[in-house]
């Protein structure tokens, strides 16, 4: 039987169907928008023509429907105040910028167009639809406007009002439309407050040390977020990345639990491409059909229906409609299901990824590598623990570790024990790591020789061998011991081979001692290195060489990037060149930011700012806060404020301290201000 058969047979007339809902977004348009869009192709019926004296067309008007909030008034906001606590607040700015809906009528002819199918019911809807989204597109790009978008019939729910319009005129409501019923309701739960806190710490833990598929289900969370929000792109290329991480997780825990090392683990992770993932690491090891060419198994449908929509989305621009989204998500929850039959039918020889698989989370499967006598599993046990809190926990794990050979193990429990204040502990934990030649055992024994026993000698030899064994940190600091006894040499060539190994702060030290020697161009290129790392300071160094070069906004850009970094420097230098650029706001914003980071000179730009604004006790504290630090010239304001107040006494003290600083241009300014005062 033709399953058409059994789908209520489309009405037709002459008369237009019309179709009320709202839109997800504003358009800017007044009431009386009103616009026809032709539709392609001709009536199926000549006579048509003549009965709606015109080609086939869809109209879209508009209509904005105020809502109770306000742009900068929420009209709920007294009702969750009171709610909360009991207090009543202003309803807020109720004559301000006025919200509204979107609400959008489509009218289009009840007949057919000769390209559209008589068994479709919808007909009519499916053209306003198809209509709508071709006139979102060209209004999108005709306006520049970026959250306009074509949309999807699942944003218009929950219903579309269905109308009969007559061509003189007459309109007769015809009834709802639900739209996607299927959509997920949002109850309020019965259940008692304790289990939602409950589930809710568990999974904040999950989150937190990123149990294995955690990543995955958040992935495919997101997808059917997008599900119900219409976009059907994102919903498949989000199941597509939901499916990648599952998939590369899986077979890391596969690797750990058939005893390799994490590190490699990580390290292939990386180099291992897809479909060879598939069809050489996993499928020996799961069984099962694994074979892409076979559409009906789960494996060879996910790569049609999913994997390879998603290239032509990513790669030919293609745009997804429903029907292609809801075979992704067939095909992805094939796939997860085939996964988990095929991890059930090895439980024996992976009992731990099972376990992991079932969501017994990360702990539980360190715990069971860990009592398995695995030592990176011990280790990474004790960095979650100890993330958590749980001291004793960590320290015994790390211990665990130590003694089945993990270096790392030894290094983190060194850390710990410092931070306990368990010095000697600490120090026999990192011999322990610098005798079995970890690099990061040597480079932290080195600091701890440095900084906890005054021990220069035996700190360098430490870093000695840190370097040796290639350590960034252990280098970097060999380098300071060289510098800090004046050999240059041995610094720069220190410094040289730790920016070689990717430090920031060999490249930032580096660039700085070029720089002083005069070879600005590849004391630049230090910075830069720095920059790229990460480093405040070799974004403060490119900003400062791009002002010399006069290259204003070279220098303000590597100065946001050093300030965002937490450079006070870098906050001072950009509120200059904001402040010459007229944007004193900004430059106001910017001088107290490098304020707060204890930066004199900007506190003191500060005030000057904020004295021009006419801002005087904020002017005042400014200047303070640079002159506590010995800042002369905020001393000097501190004085001419004091004066335009009309505070001799205060003003006089003011000068007085600068002439105590002698600072050759201050000095004599000083002394006539304090003539003038005392005359």
């Known amino acids: 039987m033709d399953p058409r058969s059994t789908v209520s047979k489309p009405e037709t007339g002459p008369y237009l169907y019309t179709f009320t809902s709202r839109l997800p977004f504003v358009l800017g348009f007044e009431d009386s928008f009103d616009h026809d869009i032709a539709v392609a192709g001709q009536y199926a019926d000549e006579a048509d023509a003549v009965v709606f004296g015109r080609s086939p067309f869809v109209r879209v008007r508009i209509f904005n429907a105020d809502v109770a909030d306000r742009k900068f008034a929420a009209a709920n906001l007294p009702a969750a105040i009171e709610h909360f606590y009991g207090?009543?607040?202003?309803?807020?700015?109720?004559?301000?910028?006025?919200?509204?809906?979107?609400?959008?009528?489509?009218?289009?002819?009840?007949?057919?167009?000769?390209?559209?199918p008589r068994w479709d019911p919808a007909f009519a809807f499916h053209r306003s639809m198809s209509a709508l989204n071709l006139f979102l597109e060209a209004f999108a790009i005709a306006r520049d406007k970026d959250w306009i978008r074509p949309v999807s019939t699942r944003e218009l729910r929950p219903t579309v009002a269905i109308g009969r319009l007559d061509l003189d005129g007459n309109w007769t409501y015809q009834g709802p439309m639900l739209i996607h019923p299927d959509a997920k309701p949002s109850p309020l739960s019965s259940r008692p407050v304790a289990q939602h806190v409950e589930e809710l710490n568990q999974a904040l833990e999950?989150?937190?040390?990123?149990?294995?598929?955690?990543?995955?289900?958040?992935?495919?969370?997101?997808?059917?977020?997008?599900?119900?929000?219409?976009?059907?792109?994102?919903?498949?290329?989000?199941?597509?990345?939901?499916?990648?991480?599952?998939?590369?997780?899986?077979?890391?825990?596969?690797?750990l639990e058939e005893g390799t090392a994490l590190q490699e683990v990580d390290k292939r992770r990386y180099e291992q491409p897809f479909k060879t993932l598939l069809s050489s690491e996993l499928a020996p090891r799961l069984g099962g059909s694994w074979d892409l060419m076979l559409e009906r198994k789960p494996v060879g449908g996910y790569w049609v229906d999913l994997y390879k929509l998603r290239?032509?989305?990513?790669?030919?621009?293609?745009?997804?409609?429903?029907?292609?989204?809801?075979?992704?998500?067939?095909?992805?929850?094939?796939?997860?299901?085939?996964?988990?039959?095929?991890?059930?039918?090895?439980?024996?020889?992976?009992?731990?990824?099972?376990?992991?698989?079932?969501?017994?989370?990360?702990?539980?499967?360190?715990?069971?590598?860990?009592?398995?006598?695995?030592?990176?599993?011990?280790?990474?046990?004790?960095?979650?623990?100890?993330?958590?809190?749980?001291?004793a926990g960590a320290e015994a794990a790390f211990r665990r570790s130590q003694e089945r050979g993990a270096l790392a193990a030894s290094v983190s429990l060194g850390k710990m024990l410092i931070e306990k204040g368990d010095l000697a502990g600490a120090e026999a934990a990192w011999r322990h790591a610098d005798l079995g030649g970890s690099a990061e055992g040597a480079a932290n024994l080195g600091t701890f020789l440095h900084l906890e026993r005054a021990d220069p000698s035996g700190a360098e030899a430490a870093w000695r061998r840190a370097d040796d064994r290639g350590s960034p940190e252990g280098t970097l600091n060999l380098g300071v011991a060289h510098a800090e006894r004046g050999d240059l040499a041995g610094a720069e060539a220190a410094w040289r081979r730790a920016d070689d190994r990717g430090s920031a702060d060999a490249a930032l030290n580096l660039g700085n001692l070029l720089h002083t020697r005069g070879d600005h161009e590849a004391a630049e290129a230090a910075w830069a290195r720095a920059d790229q790392r990460g480093s405040a300071g070799g974004a403060y160094g490119i900003g400062l060489r791009a002002q010399e070069r006069g290259d204003v906004d070279a220098a303000e850009a590597a100065f946001r990037r050093a300030d965002e970094r937490g450079s006070a420097q870098a906050a001072a230098s950009l509120a200059r060149v904001l402040e010459q650029k007229g944007s004193l706001t900004a430059a106001e914003e910017l001088y107290g930011r490098a304020a707060e980071r204890g930066n004199l000179e900007g506190a003191f730009n500060l005030g000057v700012l904020l004295h021009k604004k006419g801002r005087l006790s904020e002017a005042e504290n400014a200047y303070r806060q640079a002159a506590a630090g010995g800042f002369g010239k905020a001393m000097f304001n501190l004085g001419v404020l004091s004066l335009e107040r009309g505070e001799t006494q205060e003003a006089k003290a003011a000068f007085l301290q600068v002439i105590a600083l002698n600072e050759p241009d201050l000095t004599e300014r000083a002394r006539e201000a304090l003539a003038e005062c005392e005359g």
């Open 311 to 391: 290239n032509r989305i990513v790669h030919g621009g293609y745009q997804p409609h429903d029907g292609d989204a809801e075979k992704a998500e067939r095909a992805y929850f094939n796939l997860e299901r085939f996964i988990d039959e095929r991890l059930r039918a090895k439980g024996k020889q992976y009992p731990a990824t099972l376990s992991a698989r079932r969501g017994e989370g990360v702990e539980v499967l360190l715990a069971r590598l860990d009592a398995q006598g695995d030592a990176e599993a011990a280790g990474m046990l004790g960095q979650l623990l100890q993330n958590r809190g749980d001291s």
């Open 87 to 116: 207090q009543d607040v202003p309803s807020g700015d109720v004559d301000g910028n006025r919200l509204y809906e979107q609400w959008m009528t489509l009218e289009t002819p009840a007949v057919f167009v000769s390209h559209e």
């Open 206 to 255: 999950l989150i937190v040390n990123e149990a294995p598929f955690i990543r995955a289900r958040q992935w495919r969370a997101r997808a059917e977020r997008r599900k119900y929000e219409g976009d059907a792109a994102d919903y498949v290329i989000s199941f597509q990345v939901a499916a990648e991480t599952m998939l590369y997780e899986l077979w890391g825990l596969l690797l």
